[in-house]
């Protein structure tokens, strides 16, 4: 319900009927006239009524509300902070707030007691002591020794197998050099040279008995051409045709 009151709308004076233009009362109609006529008198029976009293109503609230309710609350209020928030913030201030910082300071050290500085302990005066006593034994027991096997026993005998490889390297050279080398070239100069050149000799004897007999061959396959095509037609002409022809002319 709207406790504030509002401004009602100014009322209209009812209409008193007033005697209609012949004109329009004949539009009108008698069954329009018959229902205008009922529908004022419900509004002036049952609707001004109902208004009036609503507007009595809300008065009356706003009032209640205004000089009633409004200050009751603002008692209420004024006494819940009074009566409780204050306390409370006291309460938080100087019991809460420090009993929490509390908690929270021993809860933080009993973590740390539990988890964290058991581990820092073991990790500082157990772990660590072993493991540099385990890295002394370490180096003294493998690096310590290794270092001296390899520079009093790896080393030399790196360098004496070196020397035996580089030795036998040699000797094998040498070997080759004796057993491959010196044989192929005294080969090379003693037997396939002179073969080489005597076939080169061979070489050229044959070429150049071809070459004769080819030549032999083309000055009597010329001559044989002359023989056949040429000499007896140069007689004809010379021995025959020609005289023949001066015993005509």
């Known amino acids: 319900m709207d406790l504030e009151k ?7 004076e009812p ?37 009036l009293l609503w507007d009595a109503l809300a008065a009356c609230g706003r009032f209640v509300y205004l000089r009633g309710l409004r200050p ?44 964290v500085w058991p581990w820092v302990g073991l990790w500082r005066y157990v772990v660590v002591p072993v493991g540099r006593g385990l890295a002394w034994l370490g180096r003294m027991l493998v690096v310590v020794p290794a270092v001296w096997l390899y520079a009093s026993v790896l080393t ?24 491959v080398v010196v044989p192929a070239m005294w080969l090379y100069a003693s037997v396939l040279t002179p073969i080489g050149h005597a076939i080169a000799w061979l070489a050229r004897a044959i070429g150049a008995g071809l070459a004769a007999t080819g030549r032999g061959i083309g000055v009597g396959a010329v001559w044989l051409f002359k023989a056949l095509f040429v000499w007896p037609w140069v ?5 025959v045709v020609v005289p023949v022809g001066r015993g005509l002319a």
């Open 6 to 12: 509002r401004t009602p709308p100014p009322e209209r």
């Open 156 to 179: 030399p005998l790196g360098h004496a197998i070196a020397w035996c490889v580089r030795g036998i390297g040699a000797a094998l050279v040498w070997l080759g050099r004796m057993l």
């Open 235 to 239: 007689g004809l002409w010379r021995y």
């Open 72 to 115: 009751v609350g603002r008692a209420f209020a004024w006494l819940g902070r009074t009566l409780i928030v204050t306390p409370l913030d006291w309460l938080n201030e100087y019991v809460f707030t420090p009993v929490a910082r509390g908690i929270g300071i021993a809860t933080v050290w009993l973590f740390k007691a539990l988890f």
């Open 15 to 51: 209409e008193l009927p007033t005697a209609p233009a012949p004109d329009s009362r004949q539009a009108e109609g008698c069954l329009a006239v018959a229902i205008r006529v009922p529908v004022r008198i419900v509004v002036l029976v049952l609707v001004v009524p109902v208004r």
